[in-house]
């Protein structure tokens, strides 16, 4: 999706510390004098800082007197060219938009909540989100769905917070439990972009029988012989255990380029040739498996960056990156390989972001992702 005015270019910074607070002066002296013109600022810390966030923040404002902040904790965390995963880590991003353009929003809870929420401000309606997600909201999926309906573009990205602890967010405030980012008005440009690191193995099948999870038929013949078809002699055998390798994809219907949600095979019955996932699955819808490895995940991302480039018609000022927990040094090796593939495909921009528990593009959550989005 392509959807202006950006004021000058974003400031950022990153940095690895064993206090906060050294984090926090570090990330300060890169972004410079980079804050005087920024209004709104992005700050994500890895979940080591989490008990400390709400201090982060408010110690962020009072530095650079930006007045608006939104952002989460992850297990890793992004930056230009950087990943930091276990380790305490925060990323700064200052963004210089007109009052305008943008407002914060605060955390909902509900479907009620946002069909109540104020989406607009003054003469501005909400057009573009940018949202972090609490993963224990049992209404996720319809929050994220409902938020994106009330935008003019009907797009939103973002991430699922990811700890080991407490599943904080900040949006002008502390909070945990639900929703919560920065609406943009359509003053700002964005270009935005996800990849899903999978290659599909055969072509889609109908599911002809299923019960809840458990998909027992597909296109009149037993699910697991037609997955072990699909899967070929390398898996085919035993299909449960290639190391996540394996994987079922769910089109998402009305997409005209063959996007689909990838979801995890959660078991296998080898006597009734039954195939559980994690997802309800119903009679009458299409499904494909696929396989995520190293090789398909690195050509997807580069795919990815090429498709976003061909509609740039200038250097963008600053970009986010929502990448999935299952990633990063997991799957694109150690050494921030799958940062630093971005940021040779990009230059040398500003990014931050973090690594999710889910990701969120369009009006959906997606799992095994990378969200891209640049701002023009």
Known sequence: MTTSVVADSFAFGHAGAPGWRAAADACLQQCGAGVRNA?????????????????????LRRHTGIAHWTGTVG???CASGREYLDEPALAVMCCAFEDSAFRVLPPLRSPREVAQARMGWGNHDAHFAVLHADPGNRSLTSLVREIAGRTGSGFVVGGVTSSRGRFLQYADGLSEGGVSGVLFS??????TRLTQGCSPLGSRHRVTDAHQ?????LDGRPALDVLREDAGPAHGQNPGSPGGYLFVGLPVDGSDTGDYVVRNL???DARGKMVAVSDRMQPGSEILFCRRDRGTASDDLMRMLASIRTGLYRQPRGALYFSCLGRGAS????DSQELRMIADGLGDIPLVGFFCNGEISHNRLYGH???LTLFL
């Open 39 to 59: 209004s709104l600022g992005f700050v994500y810390a890895t979940d080591v800082f989490a008990d400390s966030f709400g201090e982060i923040v408010e110690y």
């Open 75 to 77: 297990v890793g965390i």
């Open 186 to 191: 359509e003053e700002v440009t964005v270009a």
């Open 213 to 217: 999870n458990v998909l027992v038929r």
């Open 266 to 268: 959660v078991g296998l």
């Open 331 to 334: 799957l694109f090796g150690d």
């Open 369 to 371: 992702t990378g969200v």
